[in-house]
Every structure is written in C-alpha cells, then in structure tokens.
C-alpha cells in the first residue's frame, strides 16, 4: 500500500514536471551607435522614459494592430521596459553627445542639467508585416549660457524588421531608439 502511495506521488510529479511551461527567453534593447555631434550641453539629465501602459508588461508586445495586441507569450524583456529604455537613451545620447556628461535622472548620480530630457513612449510595435514604427513625445529643455528654452514634438521612427523572430524585432527597436537619439542630440545639440 505505501508503495503504491509512493508511486503514485511520484507518477504525480513526473506529470507535473512534464507539463510545466518553458522557461521565458528574454531580451535587451541595446545601444546603436550614431554621428557624434559638437558643442550642446555639458550636462544632460535623461527622465525615466514614460511608456503606453500598454507596453508596460514583461512580455514583449509586437504589434497593436486592428484593435488587438500580439503579445509573446514566453518572450520577455530581461528588465522593465521602461528602465531598459532609459538606460539605453542614456548610453545612445553620451556617444553621440561626446562633450556631455549624461545621465538618468534618480539614478545615483547627479548633477545641475544643462539640458533635460523627456520622452513619453506612445507605439512600439510593428506596423506591417516587417516594419517598426517607434512613436514618441520628445521635450528636450535647454538652460545653458548660449541658449535657454523647450523643444517639444512628436517623433515617430520606422524602420525595417530584418527576419520574423523576435531577435530580429529586438533589434529593429534598438535601431529606433537609436534613431529617436539621433533626433534628441540635435535638438540638444543646436
């Protein structure tokens, strides 16, 4: 009798074990090199990167489309998309603005900005069957001995998904964030 207990716990076990799910894969976002530029700020403080609550999951959101969100269900990012964000703008916009010290606002350290930005993540996501189009609300405000003022307008970024997996769709938004820095470091940099 306890041997068959025994082995029926086991038996139990065995198909608890067979069923579970797969590990997530996860992914990063990361840093695309871009033209430096000369002159701008001598410090640029980067606000955490505010996101469409609808990208706001662990699991990576390809496409909201036709009322609907494609969402991976065992792909993830490998941290919140929003800190992933910023740390990466923060990384894209210190290449390309080599005379800046730039760094993330809360972040553990800091300085009196020359320059400050923000970006409100409206889309991430594809838009056809092998596009991206990254959409955001840029401000970058300026508080420096040459020039005082606000920037503000919407950037919206598409560019080619080269493959169907979502190694492939990694990278198309890497080289959108690196394009949206692009956009950030000339409107700090003039």
Same mark, same amino acid.
């Given at each position: ?7 029926a716990v ?17 992914? +990063?976002? /990361?840093?695309?090199? $871009? ?9 640029? #403080?980067?606000?955490? !990167? @505010? *996101? ?28 919140p998309l ?36 923000? +970006?409100? /993540?409206?889309?991430? $996501?594809?838009?056809?069957p092998a596009?991206?189009?990254?959409? #955001?609300?840029?401000? !970058? @405000? *300026? ?48």
């Amino acid at each position: 009798m306890i041997l068959r207990r025994r082995g029926a716990v086991l038996g139990a076990l065995s198909l608890l074990g067979a069923c579970r799910s797969r590990e997530p894969v996860l992914y +990063a976002v /990361l840093p695309v090199a $871009g033209e430096p530029r000369r002159g701008g700020p001598r410090t640029v #403080a980067v606000r955490e !990167v @505010s *996101l469409a609550r609808y990208l706001d999951r662990l699991q990576i959101v390809r496409s909201s489309q036709e009322y609907r969100l494609d969402v991976s269900g065992n792909d993830w990012w490998g941290e919140p998309l929003e800190t992933m964000l910023t740390r990466v703008l923060v990384e894209n916009l210190a290449q390309r603005l080599p005379g800046a010290s730039v760094v993330p606002i809360g972040g553990a350290i800091s300085a009196p900005a020359e320059a400050t930005v923000e +970006a409100n /993540l409206q889309r991430l $996501g594809m838009t056809g069957p092998a596009t991206l189009t990254l959409t #955001a609300q840029v401000a !970058v @405000s *300026l508080r420096n001995a040459r020039r005082r003022g606000e920037t503000a307008r919407t950037e919206s970024i598409t560019v080619p998904i080269e493959g169907t997996d979502t190694r492939a769709f990694v990278a198309a938004a890497s080289t959108a964030l690196g394009r949206l820095a692009d956009a950030i470091a000339g409107a700090a940099a003039t």
